[in-house]
Structure formats: C-alpha cells, structure tokens
C-alpha cells in the first residue's frame, strides 16, 4: 500500500527554521521524481523543490538558496530544511510522487500521482 506521510511542520518566527519529513511506503522514492508543494487557501498547490531519481534538484526561485530537499535512501524519506523562513512561506506543505512521468513538467501538481495529507507551516512576522 502506498503512504506518504509528513511531519515537521509548526509555527516559528520570521527568520527561523524548520525541517520537514516524508516518510514513503510502498516503493522506493530513489526510482521516481520526488517533490514538496505548498498550498494557501485559494490558491493551487505551488511546487517549492523537487528530486529526479538520477538526484537532479529544482527548486522554485522563491525558496532558492533558503530551502534544501534531499532524500535518505535507506530510510525512504524525503526531507524539506527550510532557513531563513518568510511569512510567506506560509501554508500547507505536501510531498508528492510522479511514477514514470516526464520530469520537464516537475513543477506540474497534475503530474503527481501520490500525495501525502500534508503539514502546516505558520510563520510569525
């Protein structure tokens, strides 16, 4: 049974850290591309950073250079370090998985074929 699910996510100040976590079961998260989405209300689910399964990493130029993603292959779990957290990186955060998709279209939510129920991320100004 495939599950994804995240942990991490909570209230900190402007200029704070979190990190987040996404355990996957099911399968192996090295074989797919892996991603992190965000979500306002209203809004459609953002993509923050992504990872290919040959390690290739994108990340949306609004977290660039504060946001890390990376993965623990022998703990099939995907991670999230975000520094220097913006009251606008508010929101829900989801990891998703895209099976055999074309990584072109990494920053597509409609691509993804599994997500996790998500985390809340609050940040104080």
């Known amino acids: 049974q495939v599950q994804l699910v995240e942990s991490g996510g909570g209230s900190v100040q402007a200029g704070g850290s979190l990190r987040l976590s996404c355990v996957v079961s099911?399968?192996?998260?090295?074989?797919?591309?892996m991603g992190w989405f965000r979500q306002v209300p209203e809004k459609g689910r953002e993509a923050v950073a992504t990872i290919d399964s040959d390690g290739s990493i994108r990340y949306s130029g609004s977290v660039k250079g504060r946001f890390t993603i990376s993965r623990d292959n022998a703990k099939n779990t995907l991670y999230l370090q975000m520094n220097s957290l913006e009251p606008e990186d508010t929101g829900m955060y989801y990891c998703?998985?895209?099976?055999?998709?074309?990584?072109?279209?990494?920053?597509?939510?409609?691509?993804?074929?599994?997500w996790g129920q998500g985390t809340q991320v609050t940040v104080s100004s």
């Open positions: 099911g399968y192996t998260i090295s074989s797919f591309l």
């Open positions: 998703a998985a895209a099976r055999g998709k074309n990584v072109a279209y990494w920053s597509w939510a409609n691509i993804y074929d599994d």
